[in-house]
């Protein structure tokens, strides 16, 4: 240290300190409402399931006994069935078409128009892509029928209802996950490839060695996102099929619904909740663990 350094007078240390009031502040809004239309009504929820409680009264204490009727009540496990179908025929389809058309509108001079013409579908309310398909697979006027010369009733056959809402809902949401796999894309560095390119690697080799590898985490992200958000299913249903035909594609939030609003069994749908979000929960813990072996 020099002398003009020792002479300088030292200025005195700020000390670290975080001032949370401002923060606690702007946070407040946020978790006032949060509280009172998320927190508040899941602590309603879970009390009511331990109720006797209709739709718009008050019952008595029953403690788990709407539980034990669940476990033995087979339209809820039937519902819990037809959920998961629904997951099987939806979520590897979406996972894989989204990522093939990224691959596919990620280059050339129209994919902006290509991009957009996949993405739309996803921006449109719920009851009208509903009934779009309703009027394509109309069986009597639909223009699949006409093309294929048959009179299916696509959603009036208990064994194609399921599989038709499917493929309604590939068609309606895959857009959003295009565009995830667009991010993830075009986060892959250019001298990756060109590297590559260099070593001779082509086509799927490239694919498998190079954009698979890095896509990964993107892919369990989008995994993850549509095993949730198809085990959520009910707006579809509901349009398209009413559950039916015969209680085919009833799934949970349809039966909660049936339960809730048509039986007036609030104290029994609050079970059906508590339990469907335990299912909700291992699934989040599934995305979790998902996403820590992406990144290892």
Same mark, same amino acid.
């Given at each position: 240290m020099t002398v003009l350094e020792q002479a300088a007078p030292q200025r005195p240390r700020k000390r670290a300190s975080t001032r949370?009031?401002?923060? /606690?502040?702007?946070? =407040?809004?946020?978790?006032s409402v949060y509280a009172l239309f998320f927190i508040w009504p @899941?602590?309603?929820?879970?009390?009511?399931?331990?109720?006797?409680?209709?739709?718009t009264t008050t019952g008595a204490f029953v403690g788990l006994a709407n539980f034990r009727t669940l476990i033995s009540d087979t339209s809820f496990w039937d519902s819990l069935?037809?959920? /998961?179908?629904?997951? =099987?025929l939806t979520v590897i389809p979406l996972t894989a078409?989204?990522?093939?058309? @990224?691959?596919?509108t990620l280059g050339g001079r129209l994919r902006r128009v290509a991009q957009a013409a996949f993405f739309v579908p996803y921006v449109l309310p719920v009851s009208v892509a509903t009934l779009i398909w309703q009027w394509i697979l109309n069986p009597n006027l639909g223009v699949v029928n006409a093309v294929t010369g048959s009179q299916t009733a696509w959603f009036s056959d208990p064994t194609l209802a399921m599989p038709a809402v499917a493929a309604v809902t590939v068609w309606w949401t895959v857009g959003f996950n295009m565009l995830l796999f667009l991010a993830g894309l075009q986060n892959i560095s250019k001298d990756t490839y060109?590297?590559?390119?260099?070593d001779g690697a082509q086509g799927v080799q490239v694919f498998r060695y190079i954009t698979w590898p890095a896509l990964w985490p993107t892919t369990a992200l989008v995994l993850t996102l549509q095993l949730v958000a198809s085990f959520k299913i009910f707006a579809q249903v509901y349009l398209l099929t009413g559950g039916g035909p015969f209680d085919s594609t009833?799934?949970?939030?349809?039966?909660?619904?049936?339960?809730?609003?048509?039986?007036?069994?609030?104290?029994?749908?609050?079970?059906?909740a508590v339990a469907f979000f335990v299912v909700i929960l291992l699934l989040t813990l599934l995305q979790n663990a998902l996403l820590s072996r992406s990144r290892q």
């Open positions: 949370w009031g401002p923060v /606690v502040l702007l946070l =407040l809004p946020f978790l @899941a602590i309603q929820t879970v009390l009511l399931s331990f109720t006797s409680s209709g739709l069935w037809h959920t /998961v179908y629904f997951s =099987l078409i989204g990522m093939m058309l @990224a691959l596919l060109e590297a590559a390119a260099l009833r799934v949970v939030l349809q039966y909660l619904y049936d339960t809730a609003f048509t039986n007036t069994d609030a104290g029994y749908a609050s079970a059906i």
